[in-house]
């Protein structure tokens, strides 16, 4: 009996030479059950949450999820990741065929980037409207440079926008001391950005999806986070809105004088 995938990428095999051989069953299984949460979560919230039409995808340059998704129309996908992996990668892609659904747009902006805020407003990113963040594969170096990344979302993500993906486990070993779990350590950062965070165990997806877990260790997090405050454009509109009711206000009372 054939089992069903967990999910279906014809375009990663682009990637790989076809003289690697690797043996990857215990940490592609846990892998390949992030890939189809992240997924379906993602399909899910354009498809049936009214105006997220934005999604931001922080990977290694390789992602192939604004291919091989099937995204609704008016869908603009950016593409948060390493320059020169991105460009090799494309080229990869359009030699097997790869392309963005009809109607969709796909905009790259490189991880270099000396100002990521700045760049994505610049390819048309627009913080007064709902979005959906994904991070998966992007190389994190650091604590530090997780927290900037962090940051930078909680600056352009709109109240009710979600952040979700996979963070390497060693961050919070640098972190957590002797009277903290990584629960507490993960809501403690994301809180601190305006974020109310949930750790997914891949034993639950597995069961959810009528899967076995395989054996062996897997060193990430998996995670969906919403954001609780609002957006720097958000906020920035909502000033001039009262900016412009004060004066007008002031002009009404003057009148009357």
Excluded at 156 to 172: C, I, K, Y
Aim: charge should be negative; include cysteine; hydrophobic fraction near 40%.
């Amino acid at each position: 009996m054939e089992l069903e995938p967990l999910f279906v990428d014809p375009y990663a095999g682009c990637f790989v030479s076809p003289n690697v051989k690797m043996d990857m069953r215990q940490c592609s299984h846990h892998y390949c059950l992030a890939t189809k949460f992240i997924d379906d979560k993602l399909l899910r919230t354009v498809n049936h949450i009214d105006g997220v039409n934005q999604v931001v995808l922080l990977t290694d340059g390789m992602d192939t999820r604004p291919y091989r998704l099937s995204w609704p129309p008016s869908t603009v996908i950016f593409d948060l990741s390493p320059e020169r992996v991105f460009r090799s990668a494309a080229e990869k892609l359009a030699g097997v065929g790869a392309k963005i659904p009809r109607n969709c747009i796909f905009l790259h902006v490189p991880m270099e980037s000396s100002g990521i805020l700045q760049s994505l407003r610049a390819k048309g990113f627009n913080g007064n409207r709902p979005s959906i963040w994904v991070i998966q594969g992007l190389p994190v170096m650091t604590l530090a440079s997780f927290e900037e990344v962090l940051f930078s979302v909680s600056n352009m993500a709109t109240n009710g926008s979600f952040f979700l993906g996979e963070l390497p486990a060693w961050l919070a070993e640098t972190e957590i001391g002797i009277k903290s779990s990584t629960g507490q350590w993960m809501e403690k950062l994301f809180m601190s950005n305006g974020f109310r965070v949930d750790m997914i165990g891949y034993d639950d997806i597995a069961r959810n999806l009528g899967k076995q877990l395989a054996q062996g260790d897997y060193k990430n997090i998996l995670f969906v986070a919403e954001q609780l405050q609002f957006s720097d454009d958000q906020m920035e509109t909502w000033r001039r809105e009262f900016q412009r009711v004060e004066e007008q206000g002031d002009e009404e009372g003057f009148e009357e004088l």
